[in-house]
C-alpha cells in the first residue's frame, strides 16, 4: 500500500517564475492537505482540497493556488515566485471523516534563487 | 484554536521513558490535543491524540492534566530513532493543524 508520494523531490526556480508541485495521497484517501515548511519552523498549513474544492485555506496570497483531480491527486502552484517561497512543501492526505490523522508526504524541496 | 508552550529541546538517554510537556492553559472544551513528530528530512507522523481521558498506542501514552490546562507526551522506551522533532497541536476537530516550533528531542546512546 504506496503512502503519500510527493514530485519532484527538490526543484530550483529563479524569482518571479512559476512552479507547481504534485502529490499523489495514501490509497483510499480523498482528503489532500499542502503545507509549507520554512527552514528551523514547522509546517504551515496553506490550504485543503476535498471533492476537487478548496475548503480552508490558510494565510498565504493568491499567488498559491491548488488543484484536486478525480482520482483525489492534487497540485499546488505558486506564481510569481519570491525569494522567501524557498522552503519545504508537504502534502497531507488523510480521510474527510478522519482529518485528525493526517498522513505526510516526504515533500518537495523548493528553492528560489 | 488554542496556543501551545513547549520546551525548545530535550534529551534522553536511550532505553530511558521520555517525557515531553506541553502547555495549553487557553484550551477551550471542545479541543483536542494532538502530538505528531518529524524525523529529520521527512514529513511529521501522528503520534497520539485526546480530549480528556489518558492515552496509550503502540508508539506512545499522553497525559492530559485534569485541568487541561497542559500535557505530557510519554515514550516510554526511547531508542537512538526517536530522535525527532515534537509537536504538540491543540485544535478543534475539522480545523486544520497549526504546528508551532516543537520540541528537538535527542536520545542519546
Known amino acids: 500500500d504506496a503512502g503519500v508520494t510527493q514530485s519532484p523531490t527538490h526543484l530550483i526556480k529563479t524569482r518571479g517564475q512559476q512552479v507547481t508541485l504534485r502529490c499523489s495521497p495514501k490509497?483510499?484517501?480523498?482528503?489532500v492537505s499542502w503545507y509549507q515548511q520554512a527552514l528551523g519552523q514547522g509546517p504551515q498549513f496553506i490550504f485543503q482540497?476535498?471533492?476537487?474544492?478548496?475548503?480552508q485555506r490558510g494565510n498565504f496570497p493568491d499567488r498559491f493556488s491548488g488543484h484536486q483531480f478525480p482520482n483525489y491527486s492534487s497540485e499546488l502552484n505558486v506564481n510569481a515566485l519570491l525569494l522567501g517561497d524557498s522552503a519545504l512543501y508537504l502534502c497531507?492526505?488523510?480521510?474527510?471523516?478522519?482529518?485528525?490523522?493526517?498522513?505526510f508526504g516526504p515533500g518537495t524541496r523548493l528553492t528560489v534563487l | 484554536d488554542a496556543k501551545t508552550t513547549q520546551p525548545p529541546s530535550m534529551d534522553c538517554a536511550e532505553g530511558r521513558a521520555a517525557n515531553l510537556p506541553c502547555n495549553h492553559s487557553?484550551?477551550?472544551?471542545?479541543?483536542?490535543v494532538y502530538w505528531y513528530r518529524q524525523i529529520h528530512s521527512q514529513g511529521p507522523q501522528y503520534i497520539i491524540h485526546?480530549?480528556?481521558n489518558n492515552e496509550t498506542n503502540e508508539m506512545a501514552s499522553l497525559i492530559i492534566t485534569e485541568d487541561r490546562k497542559s500535557s505530557t507526551l510519554i515514550l516510554p522506551h526511547a531508542t537512538l530513532r526517536d530522535t525527532a522533532v515534537y509537536y504538540c497541536?491543540?485544535?478543534?476537530?475539522?480545523?486544520?493543524?497549526?504546528f508551532g516550533t516543537g520540541t528537538s528531542l535527542t536520545v542519546i546512546p
Open positions: 487557553t484550551i477551550s472544551g471542545n479541543e483536542y
Open positions: 485526546g480530549l480528556k
Open positions: 497541536i491543540v485544535r478543534v476537530a475539522g480545523n486544520q493543524f497549526y
Open positions: 490509497s483510499g484517501h480523498d482528503t
Open positions: 482540497y476535498y471533492e476537487e474544492e478548496e475548503r
Open positions: 497531507a492526505s488523510s480521510l474527510v471523516s478522519r482529518l485528525d490523522t493526517q498522513y
